[in-house]
C-alpha cells in the first residue's frame, strides 16, 4: 500500500522560507515521477512542481520559479519542496503526489498517489 506523508508546513511571514518534505513507502521510489500542488481556499487545485525519477527532469509553475526548488534523495524515499521569498497567495495546502511512470506531468489527474497535505499560511 501507497503512503505519502508530508510535514514541514506551518506559518510563516511574506519573505520568510519554508522546506516540506514527503515521505514515501510502498513503492519503488526511484521509479515514480513525484510532484508537489496546491490548493488555496475556493480555488482550484493547481501544479507547483515535478520531478523525474532520478531528479534529472524538473518543471515548475511559473508562479513559483525561482522561489521553490524541488528535489527528493532517493535513498531515503523522500521529496522536498524548498519554499523561499513566499507571498501571501503562496497560501495554500500542499499536496505530495505521485505517478506510476518515470518522467512527470503537471496534469494533477494523471498522479495516482496522494498525501494528505500541508497547510502553508503566508502572512503580509
Known amino acids: 500500500q501507497v503512503q505519502l506523508v508530508e510535514s514541514g508546513g506551518g506559518l510563516v511571514q511574506a519573505g520568510g522560507s519554508l522546506r516540506l518534505s514527503c515521505a514515501a513507502s510502498g513503492l519503488t521510489f526511484s521509479r515514480n515521477a513525484m510532484g508537489w500542488f496546491r490548493q488555496a481556499p475556493g480555488k482550484e487545485r493547481e501544479f507547483v512542481a515535478a520531478i523525474s525519477g532520478n531528479g534529472g527532469g524538473i518543471y515548475y509553475a511559473d508562479s513559483v520559479k525561482g522561489r521553490f526548488t524541488i528535489s527528493r534523495d532517493n535513498a531515503k524515499n523522500a521529496l522536498y519542496l524548498q519554499l523561499n521569498s513566499l507571498k501571501p497567495e503562496d497560501t495554500a495546502v500542499y499536496y505530495c503526489?505521485?505517478?506510476?511512470?518515470?518522467?512527470?506531468?503537471?496534469?494533477?489527474?494523471?498522479?495516482?498517489?496522494w498525501g494528505q497535505g500541508t497547510q502553508v499560511t503566508v502572512s503580509s
Open positions: 503526489a505521485g505517478q506510476n511512470q518515470y518522467w512527470p506531468t503537471t496534469t494533477d489527474s494523471e498522479y495516482v498517489y
